[in-house]
């Protein structure tokens, strides 16, 4: 490939060739994908990228593909700057990259769309994932798309919207009665006995690099400026990881300043394994039992938890957690102020905005920007209790008057 070096270990720094492979031989460190800069940059310049679609293609050349796209769309979503959200934090540029607004409602269209490509230029006739929710929804509709049969793998005990919105596509959808860490565990096993490409294990290498269009999109839509302060949902830690590695990709090749940039991790307490390592001043991240309301952040044992870290540490930022209750306030918070209806992990990422505001670790006029990854609808069950229903009526003005007008107190 034209750009493309080739897959390097993480750790021994040992490299291997373009293939579906993810861990080192060696070391079992995981690999990655790596780049020829020198010849990218003569390729690339902030008007062409301009003058590309409205997708994460516009940055196809730091993506690990050279054939057409399995595109349904992902990508090239809102960057919004928060206006009574950042009142009521006392910010002065606070900013929220609406990832809600993807083809199928999250963040993981980026990644699935060049991993679904690249399953496809390696001549794999299956996908496969194992998925918190989000990746099955994203797998399901890019396989439908690419006319490849999908299995997709899922705790039995995921909402309703997440299971509805991959049984739509008709994969074969497998509910396994354990955490996701076990499904992980069993899709790793299965990986190893089908030629399948699994999106998050044998093609994960390329994969994670999808994440990094949310790091280009934040500079562009910037004006090409590094912000201060990110804030980014965590689970396996790779969207974290990769953010920055997509920024830092644009300072190499000049297409944005050197400044220094924060990047903190927002996790749920009922799954905190890298705040809990962080919080202890460790690199040592102990595996959890998840138990919290968002799901899509439930991975106990996070593969790229222990690079999430160093890249939090290394920039100076923080890592924080919130229980299910400010999770659910976070939630109501971005839709009364922003018109936003976020997932849980949204919550999250608000709630730890929140947390970090208040602590004086993010400040009145630091450049911030917050991760919303996913759409309320699919975790309806999370406030559907903390909502009012609508007020009943019969259809006359009679009853209108006597129950609405009066309970709003506007009957004169
Ligand atoms: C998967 C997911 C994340 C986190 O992704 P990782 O790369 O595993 O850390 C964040 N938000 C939502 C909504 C997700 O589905
Ligand atoms: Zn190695």
């Known amino acids: 490939m034209a750009n493309v070096k080739g ?4 750790e021994c720094k040992r490299e291997y060739p373009l293939e579906p492979i993810y861990v080192c031989e ?3 460190g995981p690999l990655e994908v790596v780049y020829k800069y020198a010849e990218i940059t003569k390729k690339i310049s902030r008007k062409k990228i301009d003058k590309g679609p409205p997708s994460i293609w516009r940055y196809k050349e730091l993506l690990p593909v050279e054939t057409e796209p399995v595109d349904l769309g992902a990508g090239f979503t809102p960057l919004l700057k928060a206006g009574p959200l950042a ?3 006392g910010l002065k540029h606070l900013y929220l990259k609406n990832d809600t607004a993807n083809p199928t409602y999250s963040f993981k ?11 496809k230029e390696f001549g794999f006739e299956t996908v496969a994932c194992a998925s918190t929710g989000n990746l099955a929804n994203a ?9 490849l049969s999908a299995h997709i793998f899922i705790p039995a005990n995921l909402e309703k919207g997440k299971i509805i919105s991959s049984a739509i596509y008709a994969p074969n959808l497998v509910g396994v009665e354990g955490s996701y860490d076990e499904v992980n565990r069993l899709c790793s096993e299965i990986a190893n006995e089908f030629r399948w490409a699994f999106v998050n294990i044998n093609i994960r290498p ?3 690099e999808g994440s990094k269009t949310l790091g280009f999109e934040t500079i562009e839509q910037l004006g090409w400026k590094t912000p201060d302060h990110l804030v980014v949902p965590v689970a396996s830690g790779s969207l974290l990881t990769k953010i ?3 920024i830092q990709e644009l300072q190499i090749l000049g297409l944005t300043d050197k400044a220094a940039l924060k990047i903190s991790g927002a996790q749920a307490k009922g799954c905190a394994p890298v705040v809990d390592a962080f919080k202890r001043k460790s690199w040592n991240i102990h595996p959890v039992k998840p138990q919290t309301i968002a799901k899509s952040l439930a991975i106990g044992n996070p593969a790229d938890g222990y690079y999430a870290l160093k890249a939090v540490r290394e920039t100076g930022g923080y890592l924080e957690e919130v229980s299910d209750e400010e999770i659910i306030e976070g939630i109501t918070l971005l839709a009364q102020t922003e018109g936003i209806f976020a997932e849980t992990a949204g919550g999250v990422s608000v709630a730890v905005l929140k947390k970090l505001v208040k602590a004086g670790k993010i400040k009145r006029d630091d450049v911030t920007v917050v991760y ?10 999370a406030v559907e209790d903390t909502v009012e229903p609508p007020t009943l009526i019969k259809p006359t003005l009679e009853s209108f008057k006597g129950k609405v007008l009066k309970s709003v107190g506007q009957l004169s």
């Open 139 to 147: 797998v399901a509709a890019h396989a439908a798309r690419a006319k």
């Open 109 to 119: 269209d980026r990644v699935v769309s060049v991993a679904v490509t690249k399953a």
């Open 372 to 381: 919303i990854t996913g759409a309320g609808l699919k975790t309806i069950e």
């Open 206 to 208: 390329y994969y994670a």
């Open 87 to 89: 009142e009521d934090l």
């Open 26 to 28: 060696f070391c079992f």
């Open 244 to 246: 920055r590695k997509g």
């Open 7 to 10: 897959l390097v270990c993480r």
